[in-house]
């Protein structure tokens, strides 16, 4: 979103909000640890690009389930990797990581159903909270390695995110209805329709489907935004060159 200043018919000056040129649909589940990693750069460049960010919780294992894509964790090898690029990932994008101890045991055995669905509740029920809900839960699950099933977890995310005590526990409440449990089933199953194998999946102006949180440099493109790294640093070059002398002052 971005705003335009103007005067009205009086002459007065006021700022007024423009519809974003773009609209950008970020499919995620907070058990995904490359989620986490696009879910905090598409953050950044929220505030830069002209678009309008739509967050989308969905559960990772049943859009595996429903594309019959086996999950990369599965081989060992595979599994080993991801631990090794995360580290070098959160180092790059300057975002603190902590697996939790046994993560494949986390990831496989423990899940996310009970996150996703508080997820669901707050998109629902608060729609206005879920951003930083979202946030919460990423740092409990990679940025701290912690349980993020149980319910006083689900309610220091709330917390986390300053709501009320009250509001929390309805939406905790409201997590285990039948309407939300279906809400989170039909939400991982429309991701069909844009052919999303994995997670993260971002959706331009509801057609284009790009996977991963490495291709937002190509998102960028395709948008005719800029693309300042990462950190969403527009001076980031010119502080590197400055720092190894090459800048022309």
């Not at 200043?5 to 974003?20: P, Y």
């Not at 080993?80 to 990831?107: F, I, W």
């Not at 790294?229 to 002052?249: F, H, I, T």
Request: a neutral charge; aromatic letters at 10%.
């Amino acid at each position: 979103m971005r705003f335009l200043s103007k005067s009205d018919d009086a002459g007065v000056l006021r700022t007024v909000a423009m519809a974003a040129r773009h609209q950008i649909k970020l499919f995620y589940d907070v058990l995904s640890p490359y989620s986490y990693i696009g879910f905090h750069v598409m953050r950044r460049y929220q505030r830069i690009w002209d678009v309008s960010l739509q967050l989308r919780p969905v559960l990772i294992g049943g859009i595996f389930k429903n594309t019959k894509n086996a999950p990369p964790g599965l081989n060992k090898i595979k599994f080993d990797y991801m631990l090794t690029d995360l580290k070098r990932l959160a180092h790059t994008h300057q975002l603190p990581l902590s697996p939790a101890p046994n993560t494949m045991e986390y990831m496989f055995k423990g899940g996310s159903l009970q996150a996703m669905r508080l997820l669901t509740a707050v998109a629902a029920d608060q729609p206005e909270a879920l951003e930083d809900v979202t946030v919460a839960l990423f740092d409990r699950s990679w940025g701290k390695g912690v349980d993020i099933n149980a319910e006083t977890s689900l309610q220091e995310a709330c917390a986390a995110a300053k709501l009320p005590t009250d509001t929390a526990q309805n939406l905790i409440q409201a997590s285990q209805t039948d309407r939300i449990k279906e809400l989170l089933k039909s939400n991982t199953d429309a991701a069909q329709q844009y052919n999303i194998f994995g997670l993260p999946s971002f959706v331009i102006d509801d057609k284009d489907m790009y996977f991963g949180a490495d291709r937002m440099d190509v998102i960028a493109a395709q948008l005719n935004e800029p693309w300042y790294g990462p950190l969403a640093n527009p001076y980031q070059k010119d502080v590197q060159e400055l720092m190894s002398g090459k800048a022309k002052l």
